[in-house]
């Protein structure tokens, strides 16, 4: 349904009602006057006062409240309606609104704000790898070095990702050309630190490209944490058979992220809706598309040439010597 025009006299809000904890039920819902996904509008604070203390009553939930349009002056009034979810207001119209998913789920998505919030929290963290290297590497050649290398490590894992052809699951995941491996290669290359850093900017850079999900914590987990893991890498950085190492390292790492994730906010798709099924499910589901890139990537890293080459290509993404 598309929203009513701006009208100084005919102002707009919307109320979002939550279940109270330890309720069964995922959402309730208030239905009253015109329904809109994700909530319900009110065409007077009069009717939305009731209505908040009808509902709160009845559905023992909490509910949250957001001015869509009107004058400053018939909005000023709910404000204290506002005053314990803040949080909500703030987060639901400046960097994300509510919206639904091809499968009408309640999802969020990020508003331009949002996006460009995430774009420059993905610059610190990379500036972040960059300045925490070792006190012996801060040079400006080294620092450009670790830039260019990070890039383009962080380009071919984006290009392997999404533009070339994978196979694809129905409920998220893929089968890529060895994009982990490029992500793993910059904790290979730079260390524990430079690693997990870049590997949290390229989760956001994967949430950037889909800008939407359920809840702030199941973004944190499946994309900054999920895709960081893979900077585990960095701490075989100096071991032998480190890039091995920490190729396997990093993707167990995300493995387990994938399935906390799994388990967590997406049981509903379990066919057994009990905590060994939904384990299992969760356990399965990420295996088939994390598990096959995985064996593929560590068959051809034990090529011995290829080895060779990965080590090569070490010594010249590490060298103080910009020239090489």
Not at 12 to 31: E, N
Not at 103 to 121: C, H, K, M, S, Y
Not at 186 to 200: Q, V
Not at 214 to 238: H, K, M, N, R, T
Request: charged share 15%; proline share 5%.
């Amino acid at each position: 349904m598309k929203r009513a025009q701006k009208n100084a006299s005919n102002p707009h809000y919307l109320i979002r009602t939550m279940p109270a904890k330890g309720s069964t039920q995922r959402k309730h819902r208030f239905c009253c006057k015109t329904y809109v996904p994700g909530g319900t509008v009110f065409q007077d604070a009069a009717d939305l006062s009731a209505a908040i203390g009808v509902f709160s009553r009845g559905a023992g939930g909490s509910v949250s409240c957001r001015v869509l349009f009107g004058t400053p002056a018939r909005k000023a009034p709910m404000l204290s309606l506002l005053a314990k979810t803040k949080e909500d207001f703030f987060m639901f119209d400046f960097f994300a609104f509510p919206t639904t998913n091809s499968w009408e789920e309640d999802i969020f998505q990020l508003t331009t704000p949002g996006i460009i919030t995430v774009a420059v929290l993905m610059a610190a963290l990379i500036a972040a790898a960059i300045l925490l290297r070792p006190r012996t590497k801060r040079t400006a050649k080294t620092a450009t070095k670790q830039l260019v290398f990070s890039g383009a490590a962080l380009a071919l894992a984006m290009v392997t990702s999404e533009f070339i052809p994978t196979i694809s699951l129905p409920f998220g995941g893929s089968v890529t050309l060895f994009s982990m491996l490029f992500v793993v290669l910059i904790g290979y290359w730079y260390g524990a630190k430079a690693g997990l850093l870049t590997g949290f900017a390229y989760g956001l850079l994967q949430f950037v490209i889909d800008p939407k999900f359920y809840s702030p914590i199941q973004l944190l987990v499946d994309y900054p944490l999920a895709f960081g893991a893979l900077g585990l890498s960095g701490f075989f950085s100096e071991k032998k058979h480190g890039l091995l190492k920490g190729y396997i390292a990093g993707v167990l790492g995300r493995y387990v992220f994938a399935f906390l994730s799994g388990a967590v906010f997406f049981a509903h798709y379990a066919p057994a809706q009990t905590p060994l099924g939904i384990i299992t499910y969760s356990l399965g589901y990420n295996a088939s598309y994390i598990m096959p890139e995985a064996a593929a990537t560590v068959a051809i890293l034990a090529i011995p040439a290829v080895k060779n080459a990965f080590v090569r290509i070490k010594t010249l993404a590490t060298s103080c010597d910009i020239s090489n």
